[in-house]
């Protein structure tokens, strides 16, 4: 007579006894745990799927099981947040965690979490004391600015300098100027958060001088600038630079704030051949207000900086929102150890790794790339190896049309493909992401550091083999 599922379902084991069914490897008992009952709700499932055949293939198992278990807990006990291997070749990989820290940065980091200090702290008077102080006179005399604030990222940055400025009143910024920035996050949305009640002027393509003239009226608070630094409009285009809109600005009494996204304090003709304006540069050319970023082509963490006349910047400051969007200890210290690289600028290009990268002319990355293409041959001799020259991107929103030449490693699997290469490479440990193209999977040295290159050719040796079958659709 057949068994009930209810009955079959009593042979299952507790979770005890299965605690009990082996020596199992140091953790902690709450992560083994619920492996097993992770794993005793997934036999539940195949009994009453089949429940005959669900129970036995249970029980033969036994071995199976327990290597789950122990599979399962070391998953559990991994962190979420690991670190990988770009090889991509985009710089400022926005899904890779932007911008490296110089190693200065990283020290600065670990002696603030380490210790005390004092964040909020005047060791002088013996009183309380401002986070901001220890940021603002360092960014005043490096771009001589009045006045300096520090949030927590750029978008809040635009966001509360809006709010603080120009809550209920119109702020006026050409179409053609409309950014919507990674994760579908857009000017508009944002300056709707802030309460400002945008006023479009001109067209996507063109837009002139007198298109501001006309918008501004007595409810006029600020007329906004945006930098198109993840895109660019070209052909039959008219924009109003900076120079022109403080003209306009000054004659009209109406501030000038610009938003740069990925701001720069260096001049970088000399490695990309697309012009980026720098903060030091905007500031002179007489804008009020000026905002970026800490963690793009600054090099630093992420981070909102905020530059400008003194009076608008107390302003923001004084704001209740300042206290919701600040920086924390961590990236202040992380941010400071950056900036005081910038005192000399080729100490800056050769210390803070996202210039670096930028500044690193192909040549030098052949040597990188030949060592590379070697020790996956050696690794992997049942893979197809070649060494193409090719271009890396800066990415992170930042000089959309700069292409730098690099040298890359291409590699496929015979009998395997590419699709699941790439996918065993990011389930290495550590992971490597690379990109894919045309077959191959295209290992780009410009991002791959030199104690990286022979932990890549280990992984690729780890995840390949010659007797690999070919996938089917």
């Known amino acids: 007579m057949n068994k009930s599922k209810e009955e079959i379902l009593r042979y299952l084991p507790s979770v005890e006894e299965v605690l009990k069914a082996a020596a199992w490897e140091t953790a902690p008992r709450k992560a083994l745990v619920e492996a097993v009952r992770t794993l005793l709700a997934r036999a539940r499932q195949q009994i009453l799927a089949c429940p005959e055949q669900g129970l036995e293939a249970f029980q033969r198992n036994r071995k199976d099981w327990i290597q789950w278990v122990l599979a399962e807990t070391r998953a559990c006990l991994r962190p979420s947040l690991r670190p990988l291997i770009n090889a991509t070749g985009v710089i400022v990989h ?18 603030a979490a380490r210790n005390y200090s004092n964040l909020e702290f005047d060791l002088e008077r013996g009183k309380r004391g401002s986070r901001q102080s220890h940021l603002e006179g360092l960014l005043q005399r490096l771009t001589g600015a009045e006045a300096a604030a520090v949030v927590n990222n750029n978008a809040a940055a635009v966001l509360i300098s809006l709010r603080a400025l120009a809550a209920g009143r119109q702020v006026v910024v050409s179409r053609g100027e409309l950014v919507e920035i990674g994760g579908s996050f857009r000017m508009p949305d944002v300056m709707a958060q802030s309460g400002a009640c945008l006023v ?91 905002t970026f970023s800490g963690d793009k082509l600054l090099g630093g963490p992420q981070a909102g900086i905020i530059l400008g006349r003194r009076d608008l910047v107390e302003s923001i400051k004084r704001y209740p929102l300042a206290r919701a969007v600040r920086i924390d ?10 900036l005081e690289l910038y005192w000399d600028p080729q100490k800056a290009m050769e210390r803070i790794p996202t210039l670096s990268m930028m500044s690193t002319p192909a040549s030098r990355l052949l040597p990188k790339a030949r060592r590379l293409a070697r020790l996956i041959k050696r690794e992997s001799p049942c893979m197809r ?28 699997l015979p009998g395997s493909s590419v699709q699941r290469l790439n996918r065993s490479l990011r ?47």
């Not at 990925?262 to 905007?282: F, I, K, N, R, Y």
């Not at 070649?386 to 496929?412: D, F, N, Q, Y």
């Open 385 to 412: 190896v070649r060494m193409a020259e090719s271009h890396s991107r800066v990415g992170g929103g930042a000089l959309p049309l700069v292409r730098l030449p690099t040298w890359v490693v291409a590699v496929s």
């Open 200 to 290: 479009e002027v001109g067209t996507t393509n063109k837009t002139h001088p007198k298109d501001y003239e006309a918008a501004i009226g007595q409810d006029t608070a600020l007329l906004l600038k945006v930098h198109t630094s993840n895109y660019r409009i070209l052909g039959f285009t008219r924009e109003v630079s900076l120079e022109e809109l403080v003209e306009i600005g000054r004659r009209n009494r109406v501030p000038v704030m610009y938003d740069l996204g990925s701001g720069c304090l260096l001049d970088l003709g000399e490695w990309v051949q697309e012009p980026e304006p720098t903060v030091q540069e905007a500031l002179a050319a007489g804008a009020d207000l000026v």
């Open 427 to 473: 389930e290495a440990e550590p992971p490597v992401v690379a990109r894919v193209a045309q077959e191959e999977l295209i290992l780009d040295l410009r991002t791959i550091r030199e104690n990286e290159i022979r932990l890549v050719a280990e992984a690729l040796g780890r995840c390949s083999s010659c007797q690999r079958p070919q996938e089917h659709s």
């Open 94 to 111: 926005t899904n890779l965690g932007r911008s490296l820290l110089a190693e200065e940065a990283v020290q600065a980091v670990t002696q």
């Open 329 to 338: 200890k961590l990236t202040l210290a992380a941010l400071q150890a950056t």
